[in-house]
């Protein structure tokens, strides 16, 4: 059995993106409301760093709500380590125990 491939510049290098799978594309939002919610941003003018963490904080939030605030679940599901998750989660002034951001 084939181990993921988690670190996107050595799934660049081998080409083997499409194998690596993350186990989002069934949770990723339709064509539509995705192209509707880039182009708020778009519209709203925020810059490409913006936009993608604000891209970043719907898929980690979406993840954890599909796990049930399972941590360890939604970082397996997003392809990342937990401890990653959580300092992300941190970074954002999120409280995981109050399950909102401060």
């Known amino acids: 059995m084939r181990r993921p491939i988690l670190d996107k510049k050595a799934a660049l290098q081998t ?3 499409a194998r690596a ?7 990723l939002p339709s064509p539509e409301n995705a ?6 941003l778009v519209e709203s003018g ?6 993608r963490e604000a891209v970043e904080k719907w898929l ?3 993840a ?3 796990c ?4 360890t679940r939604a970082a397996k599901r997003l392809g990342i380590h937990r401890n990653s998750l ?3 989660l941190n970074a954002w002034g999120y409280n995981r125990k109050l399950r909102r951001f401060l």
């Open 60 to 62: 980690v939030m979406h």
């Open 21 to 27: 799978g993350n186990g989002l594309a069934g949770n």
């Open 15 to 17: 080409g083997s993106v």
């Open 86 to 88: 959580i300092k992300r």
């Open 35 to 40: 192209a509707a919610m880039f182009s708020r």
């Open 64 to 66: 954890l709500e599909t």
């Open 46 to 51: 925020v810059s490409l760093p913006e936009m």
């Open 68 to 71: 049930q605030y399972n941590q």
